[in-house]
């Protein structure tokens, strides 16, 4: 059973930098049909997906973010990693990590197959 | 920037059937957009229900459907229950790696 799972503090300071980790199980990181996500959500709103990242390493951000934005992975941990700097309390949000599956099933398949529950951080002044 | 567009709230009566719909500020959904469809529940993280505009994801039942109906994606549920009551959310990809987030649709059953 595939299951991520956030972690990381949850009060952090304007302008400082956020550092949160996805720990993996059931599944590895090193997996060729799946990308590694990231995606929050502000209270009361809607989702946002930050960025993903490869096996191998390779990134793609929300352009919106991504002067902010590091995405990283520590296969030997089986686990993945935000850095977003600069806070605001426009990032106060709870932090998904998400798994992508980008792969053959019947056909070609593209879509946020499982979730973790989820990290509120909120930015404090 | 494009915006995917979802309607903000729609309302159903129990065992009634309602379309949500997930488009474009700009062109139209299609098979290349990868249109899939979550169910968020408050407290609970978002619930894949449909992806690749109509295939069901496990364990999700046959009253939600997906389809495209003119240039958006749509999801239908047949037959609303209580416990369908929840927030909405599609996806698109829009190449280049970069997923979009509809702005969500609160379904309310009453």
């Known amino acids: 059973q595939v299951q991520l799972q956030e972690s990381g503090p949850g009060l952090v300071k304007a302008s400082q930098t956020l550092s949160l980790t996805c720990t993996v199980s059931?599944?590895?990181?090193?997996?060729?049909?799946?990308?590694w996500n990231w995606i929050r959500q502000t209270a009361g709103k809607g989702l946002e997906w930050i960025g993903r990242?490869?096996?191998?390493?390779?990134?793609t951000y929300n352009p919106s973010l991504k002067s902010r934005v590091t995405i990283s992975l520590d296969a030997s941990k089986n686990q993945f990693s935000l850095s977003l700097s600069s806070l605001t309390a426009a990032d106060t949000a709870v932090y998904y990590c998400?798994?992508?599956?980008?792969?053959?099933?019947?056909?070609?398949?593209?879509?946020?197959?499982?979730w973790g529950q989820g990290a509120l951080v909120t930015v404090s002044p | 920037q494009t915006v995917v567009t979802q309607e903000p709230s729609l309302s159903v009566s129990p065992g009634g059937t309602v379309t949500l719909t997930c488009g474009l500020s700009?062109?139209?959904?299609?098979?290349?957009?990868?249109p899939s469809w979550y169910q968020q529940t408050p407290g609970q993280p978002p619930r894949t229900i449909i992806y690749?505009?109509?295939i069901r994801s496990s364990g999700v039942p046959d009253r939600f459907s997906g389809s495209i109906l003119g240039n958006k994606a749509a999801l239908t549920i047949t037959g609303a229950q209580a416990n369908d009551e929840a927030h909405y959310y599609c996806?698109?990809?829009?190449?280049?790696?970069?997923?979009?987030f509809g702005g969500g649709t609160r379904l309310t059953v009453l």
């Open positions: 998400a798994r992508l599956f980008s792969g053959y099933e019947v056909s070609f398949v593209y879509y946020f197959d499982h």
């Open positions: 990242i490869y096996s191998n390493g390779a990134t």
């Open positions: 059931g599944a590895s990181i090193n997996s060729d049909d799946h990308y």
């Open positions: 700009s062109g139209s959904v299609s098979t290349v957009k990868y």
């Open positions: 690749n505009i109509n």
């Open positions: 996806v698109l990809y829009m190449g280049r790696g970069i997923s979009v």
